[in-house]
């Protein structure tokens, strides 16, 4: 099955970043995924700007850049200058969805749109045929490490369905509790990237369980 794996680097080992980043350029991952937390849309923090820069400097993978965060508007230009490459924005903060959409395009990123677990697919009808992905949230927004909802299989499903009846390409993003038995059932489900934080960096070789993930 021809899927993308992005491990997430909110599970990395922030004393040693540098390290945990050159793993990943000589894994088997496709991307790295940056999640963005402001402590108002989700109850906590993260990091922001300078560590993506820095990311950048060393990263020869696209960096996948998951704002959780209310107005990301005002973000979309300074993100592109720190690195991103993919950009995903939450569609319950973000007011003027199709215009910031159309900001991050002008900005040469590819666009995204995640969703919080209550947050039906169908929201999306009108925006699709725009989105470059679309990430499903398999777990609430704000803390890796959570169980994941099994719920998300069927909501992969429809949101496959609803990609195929619009004839787009538009990629499914699974973020949230992605281990070896979701991700094979996210992968049958439609899915074409997962997102994988604890899994990958908490495992006794994460080069190995890259590969594994990317494999299923």
């Known amino acids: 099955m021809n899927h993308y794996i992005s491990p997430s680097i909110l599970a990395a080992d922030f004393l040693n970043l540098g390290k945990d980043i050159e793993m990943l350029n000589q894994s088997e991952a496709d991307?790295?995924?940056?999640?963005?937390m402001d402590g108002s849309f989700v109850p906590n923090l993260s990091f922001g700007l300078p560590v993506i820069e820095q990311i950048s400097n060393i990263a020869k993978?696209?960096?996948d850049v998951h704002l959780m965060i209310v107005q990301p508007e005002r973000y979309i230009s300074s993100f592109k200058k720190a690195g991103a490459d993919l950009l995903t924005i939450h569609f319950e903060a973000s007011t003027h969805l199709h215009r910031t959409i159309m900001q991050i395009k002008e900005e040469g990123m590819k666009a995204g749109v995640s969703l919080n677990p209550?947050?039906?697919?169908?929201?999306?009808?009108?925006?699709?045929?725009?989105?470059?992905?679309v990430l499903l949230m398999s777990v609430n927004p704000g803390y890796g490490g959570q169980k994941f909802i099994k719920s998300t299989i069927e909501k992969t499903k429809k949101l496959k369905e609803l990609i195929r009846?619009?004839?787009?390409?538009?990629?499914?993003?699974?973020?949230?509790?992605?281990?070896?038995?979701?991700?094979?059932e996210l992968l049958n489900a439609g899915a074409d990237v997962l997102v994988a934080g604890n899994f990958v960096f908490h495992s006794n070789n994460p080069i190995t369980t890259i590969?594994?993930?990317k494999a299923l």
Do not use: A, M, R, Y
Request: net charge negative; proline share 6%.
């Open 31 to 36: 991307w790295i995924h940056c999640d963005i």
């Open 61 to 63: 993978k696209p960096l």
């Open 118 to 133: 209550h947050t039906p697919v169908s929201v999306l009808e009108e925006i699709l045929p725009e989105l470059d992905l």
């Open 165 to 184: 009846s619009h004839q787009t390409k538009t990629l499914i993003e699974i973020d949230g509790g992605v281990n070896f038995e979701t991700g094979k």
């Open 211 to 213: 590969k594994e993930l």
